[in-house]
């Protein structure tokens, strides 16, 4: 990046378009003092004008060929990975993520745009179904059916504090819905502007150098504008990272509006860990790191951090808090995403201190400026039988909650009783075998990813992911936001009958010129339908 | 049917439930005049009990093999085509719709219930993909990593009044649930409620028969319930097929429950027939007599109805006006669903008469006790352009609108005006192919299926159809109600990390013991993954 100009502004159809002054600061998150770049509030003209640009690239970007969306997406990659130091020191800068981290990161993101783009030229978006024409069926004939899958619309999306690339500006979202042919209005993270800035044009020049329609990708800051993006009537679609309070807001917005929109918010998991005695026998203290590690990775700032620790009452377990405690002790204190994540950290901590079925068990309380120390609480397990609110809610940062069970079946009880989760893990040795068996059906009826001997803060991204689940981790626990799968959400299908064969979209043409993997008359093949018996479909 | 007893009760767990006295009277739909039948209207207790007992069925429920779902289903058709002469003389007097039609729709029925039996046997429901492990990768390793879709829960479904079976208690949302692995609960439509429960007594022989868990498929009759059983926490998802007004009543309750849960309700739809110059050109006769045969039959009570047909100016337009004129006027009154239906379709009627932009057409105005007239209107083009409610709504029952549009381009304006559509169709030749190309693009944003050259009145049941569309045409364009697909909407992703071999369900074991097609580290395959290298996966 020679030559790196901020301007602040925002990205409206390919334009750089703002209106009064420049007066959102960007912060510094290590001390919390300015970076000394600012960037405008959008107008809700400005917010209008971003969903009617991606609506007006809606038609020509739906219609692009996968392979083209292919090119795009690499060339998206293609600029991302060239993003060099004055990038990372900015982001750094913003988040207080460090070098290596955000160069994992930065791995991640472009690696997500491939894997997509891999996928459009597998040819799966096209989700391909033929039923032939039967003419000679009695009592009726049947007509020439075929169906396939189509972009549903602009998508805005929210991107997350915590991953300011690969849940951001060019981040899983954005990714699934471009693959999906979706134009995109990306609401930039307060947390992070700078960032999204430079991502948005490295996002530009690949607009530019693939000739995609202006307004395929839109960009706006400002607070307050989510709420009237998800309103506009060109928007169809919403993912979102963040909060439960947040994202609940948008979906209810969204599901007010005269034409209600599918809202894809990944909200809120406290990612139960559950640790199976004979597990705990053979590997007690390498589990109480690896945990700790796990909790206190990136200050604690994942969306899979294991927020609760459950084991059955026994010396072991009573060894492992012990060793929890020292691990915890032991673990420095971190700089957090930004100073408003501070205080939601030090506000979650402070319910945990004051509730009183919730005893402190280690972690300086001392608080330290600008940085999250990490912590660790017991809970009465009564407090997941009475569905207490505070044991359901995700405490954003280093701390995790332990909790004892007396038996299997009190194990089962209090699982029974948590809401849906992203993850749930469990810890177990062969000899587990039995109960973890009857654990493994209530496991995946409440979260979506159901982990054997790992920790969840990891979230690999390949076709088998699912990074979604039941409510409140997700709005709609059909959906993935990580993965491939996550194009689904942004796709519909649309069936065309006795159409024309100069009509027809490549993927359904009889002659298969994609070499799609098809369901034709009820069998997968990539055959040609040439020559086959499938009746007459004279326009 | 030798015994046939009619209870009048609610379908819970297994029993027949009622309290208080049958009070709900089932009405001839010919003469409007009470058959003799009563039924319970459910207290909110019994609602209750019904959505509790489906959340019984649920664990043992979804953990069946498909195959046993698959006896299931095929255990239901043959129970539903066992149905003799008594059960076609209730569905008559309930519906006036005629011996033919009913068997017709039987045979529709229980075929459906089948083709969901194939698709489980074929295995498609389970959507499997398996990255394995890459245990030396680096910098990380990549865990093993499974996915396959469960079913999402209990599912509470509203049958339509003008499909006693096919659409009704063991209609295409039952039929799609219940393959997907989710229990049911119906609410019987009061337009048919001696049918429901001769339905519901053939499902619950089957439940018998094939040992399903009691619970499995529950049905509750009353007015005014359908608000309390979706708010009932144990519902996990919606299935509805009715009005505008009714579905979007329970879309709005369902959205602002604590939990939101996926609402897909089929709603309203105008499903627009272009006419394009050449097809009027050479045809145009018989054109004009097809398209009253479609908007007349059944008496107009089809979601499909084509209720609004438009083509561009010309003397060959205008003697299609006259055609279908002279149809109309020779077309026969037809006895409707039932009293409200046919009330229903004199205030839409009302409403057109009422309306300055409206010229009556054809049709015979004078009223027929207990019979619907066809009836032919004018709409003036600038209805659509000024997006005038009234154009935008469905009227149940023989009524068809015409519009004349200048040229293509007012053609293409037009129809960018028109609202979310179930269908929308093209009467074409060759030589309209140009024309026809550039509305193609158009029709697909507008609906969820695109016709050449025939009628939508007829939704084929199978892999390819998609009978949904954008709103109001469906609450979630991402669906559809009839056809193969129509189980995706009862289905959720879950990921297995290293799961142990022993706890691993068959679509996921190594060696593929279901035969299933599935996507392994990103390529489609029935082949096992024994001796392929996937790492470690020990517990």
Chains 1, 2 share one sequence.
């Not at 998150?29 to 107008?43: E, I, K, L, M, V």
Request: one cysteine or more.
């Amino acid at each position: 990046m020679p030559n790196t100009i901020i301007s602040g502004k925002h990205f409206i159809g390919g334009q750089r378009i703002a209106s009064g002054t420049a007066e959102l600061a960007s912060w510094r998150a290590d001390n919390d003092r300015p970076t000394g770049y600012h960037f405008y509030q959008a107008s809700g003209a400005e917010t209008a004008a971003a969903a009617e640009a991606a609506a007006n690239a809606f038609n020509a970007y739906s219609q692009t060929s996968s392979e083209q969306r292919a090119a795009f997406l690499c060339a998206i990659a293609d600029e991302i990975d060239a993003l060099a130091e004055p990038f990372f020191n900015f982001v750094m800068q913003e988040t207080a993520l460090s070098l290596a981290r955000l160069q994992g990161e930065r791995a991640r993101t472009s690696g997500q745009l491939r894997l997509f783009a891999e996928l459009l030229r597998r040819g799966d978006v096209h989700g391909v179904r033929i039923d032939c024409a039967l003419p000679d069926r009695t009592p009726l004939p049947r007509p020439d059916l075929r169906q396939y899958r189509t972009a549903l619309g602009p998508v805005a999306v929210f991107g997350a504090s915590n991953f300011p690339l690969a849940f951001s500006t060019a981040g899983g979202d954005t990714a699934a819905a471009l693959a999906a042919g979706c134009p995109v209005v990306f609401k930039a993270h307060s947390g992070h502007m700078i960032t999204a800035e430079l991502t948005a044009q490295a996002i530009e020049r690949a607009v530019q150098q693939q000739q995609m329609p202006a307004g395929v990708f839109n960009m706006i800051f400002g607070a307050r504008i989510g709420a009237e993006l998800v309103q506009h009537p060109a928007i169809q679609a919403v993912g979102f990272t963040g909060s439960l309070q947040g994202g609940r807001a948008l979906f209810d917005l969204a599901m007010r509006r005269p034409q209600p929109i599918p809202v894809f918010a990944e909200m809120s998991s406290i990612n139960p860990v559950v640790i199976m005695p004979q597990a705990l026998a053979q590997r007690g203290p390498s589990i109480a790191q690896e945990l700790v590690a796990s909790f206190t990775l990136g200050c604690g700032q994942f969306c899979t951090k294991p927020g609760l620790i459950i084991g059955i009452r026994s010396p072991a377990f009573n060894q492992l808090i012990d060793d929890l405690k020292h691990s915890v002790n032991a673990a420095t204190p971190q700089h957090m995403l930004n100073a408003g994540t501070l205080a939601n950290y030090h506000h979650g901590l402070q319910a945990l201190a004051q509730h009183p079925g919730l005893e402190h068990l280690a972690g300086n309380l001392e608080p330290q400026p600008h940085l999250a120390t990490p912590q660790l609480y017991l809970a009465d397990s009564q407090l997941l039988f009475n569905q207490d609110a505070l044991l359901q809610e995700e405490v954003f940062g280093p701390v995790a909650i332990v909790i004892t069970v007396e038996d299997q079946r009190q194990l089962l009880a209090a699982l029974e009783h948590l809401q849906g989760q992203l993850t749930a893990t469990l810890l177990a040795e062969p000899s587990d075998m039995a109960a973890s068996a009857e654990l493994l059906p209530l496991l995946t009826r409440k979260a979506g990813r159901v982990l054997f001997n790992g920790y969840p803060t990891g979230v690999e991204v390949c076709d088998a992911m699912v990074h979604g689940g039941p409510y409140p981790a997700t709005s709609d626990a059909r959906g993935t936001s990580v993965g491939t799968l996550a194009i689904e959400r942004f796709l519909r299908p649309v069936c065309l009958q006795n159409a024309p064969a100069a009509l027809l979209p490549a993927a359904l043409q009889d002659s298969n010129p994609l070499n799609l993997l098809r369901l034709v008359n009820g069998t997968y093949t990539r055959a040609s339908l040439e020559g086959a018996s499938y009746g007459n479909r004279q326009i």
